[in-house]
């Protein structure tokens, strides 16, 4: 299987980096995109696994190293 | 006394800690590879400034599971001085050994002179220092944005962990003197034990007035105290 982990920084946590490319492209003309958030994705091959267990180990790595719970959440989608 | 520095892969003040407590401070002063378990018999610890591991994924995430950070820990927990200061800082966020996490600056990567104020004494590196003393040390980072959650905040304050603080010259925090968007203008805290310090400035760079200012001695100078009495 193959576990895909998006790690976002929380809503309450300011994110200089969206906020810098807000503002890039609010000078490029699109004046439309109101707020960027920027996050981080993952893809872990994992095989020979079942989706219940790629789920799990990827819950488990996303939690002990891919996302600091302080700042971040993260989000997990398992496919073949 | 002893102090044990750290090296990471990406370290780069390692060699500056070295310096200071060695030959500015007239200390023993060992290197210890992050591979290592042994600290070789030290009294403090330094975790010292650059970019563990390239600061991949986060800054210190990679680096709080160096084997060496097992021996950091059981050292901290016993009771000994243990300082991050600006990477090591990070890597004791990330390793829990000091609440809280790094976000990016606010606006970019800031490598200047800044005036740190000394918020309590009662820790092993400003224990020589005058409460509310302001201390002029340079800093060079680009994610030095302390957060924590709300209660955190609290919590620090209330337990008197932030020990110090981006003030301007005068000793004033204002929000132009924070240079990097730190909630409260933080720049160093310790933990509930007082023993283990993170901070962003860089006193082992402020050591000599050759160099542009001596003020970050009197941090080395403290823990060096502590020994001298014990």
Same mark, same amino acid.
């Given at each position: 299987m193959? #576990?895909?982990?998006f790690?976002?920084l929380?809503?309450?946590?300011f994110?200089? /980096? @969206?906020?810098?490319?807000t503002? #890039?492209?609010h000078q ?9 958030? /920027? @996050?981080?994705y993952?893809e872990l091959?994992l ?6 267990q790629a ?5 488990e790595?996303?939690r ?6 302080v700042?971040e959440?993260?989000?997990i989608?398992v496919a073949? | ?8 892969p990406?370290s780069n003040?390692?060699?500056d800690?070295y310096?200071?407590t ?5 200390q ?6 992050h591979?290592e378990?042994?600290?070789k018999?030290?009294?403090v610890?330094?975790?010292p400034g ?7 994924l ?5 680096a709080?599971?160096s084997?060496v950070?097992?021996s950091?820990r059981?050292?901290?927990a016993?009771g000994n001085p243990v300082i991050?200061?600006c990477?090591g800082?990070q890597?004791l966020?990330?390793?829990?050994l000091?609440p809280g996490?790094?976000?990016r ?7 200047e002179?800044v005036?740190a104020?000394?918020e ?5 590196f400003?224990?020589?220092c005058?409460?509310g003393?302001?201390?002029k040390i340079p ?13 955190t ?7 008197r ?7 301007s010259?005068?000793?004033e925090?204002?929000a132009?003197?924070n240079?990097?968007?730190s909630?409260d203008?933080i720049?160093?805290i ?13 006193p082992?760079r ?11 001695k009197?941090?080395?100078?403290s ?7 014990a």
């Amino acid at each position: 299987m193959t #576990a895909r982990v998006f790690v976002t920084l929380k809503p309450s946590v300011f994110d200089p /980096q @969206g906020h810098t490319i807000t503002e #890039a492209l609010h000078q490029m003309g699109y004046g439309g995109v109101d707020d960027v958030r /920027q @996050g981080k994705y993952f893809e872990l091959n994992l095989p020979g696994t079942s989706a219940d267990q790629a789920r799990t180990l990827a819950t488990e790595v996303a939690r002990k190293l891919l996302a600091n719970p302080v700042i971040e959440s993260y989000r997990i989608e398992v496919a073949e | 006394m002893k102090f044990a520095i750290v090296v990471f892969p990406g370290s780069n003040c390692d060699h500056d800690a070295y310096h200071a407590t060695r030959h500015v401070l007239g200390q023993d002063a060992e290197f210890v590879w992050h591979k290592e378990t042994d600290l070789k018999g030290a009294d403090v610890v330094v975790l010292p400034g650059g970019f563990a591991h390239g600061d991949y994924l986060r800054t210190g995430a990679i680096a709080r599971f160096s084997p060496v950070m097992d021996s950091v820990r059981a050292f901290a927990a016993a009771g000994n001085p243990v300082i991050g200061i600006c990477n090591g800082f990070q890597v004791l966020l990330e390793a829990e050994l000091l609440p809280g996490a790094m976000l990016r600056n606010t606006d970019k990567y800031k490598c200047e002179y800044v005036y740190a104020r000394v918020e309590q004494t009662d820790t092993p590196f400003t224990n020589l220092c005058a409460k509310g003393q302001v201390l002029k040390i340079p800093i060079a980072h680009g994610e030095g944005n302390y957060y924590a959650d709300p209660e955190t905040i609290a919590g620090l304050h209330a337990n008197r962990q932030v020990i110090f603080r981006y003030v301007s010259p005068a000793g004033e925090v204002t929000a132009a003197a924070n240079p990097n968007g730190s909630l409260d203008g933080i720049a160093g805290i310790c933990n509930l034990a007082r023993n283990v310090v993170g901070l962003m400035p860089h006193p082992e760079r402020a050591c000599e007035s050759a160099l542009g200012s001596a003020d970050g001695k009197i941090v080395l100078e403290s823990v060096i105290s502590v020994f001298a009495k014990a």
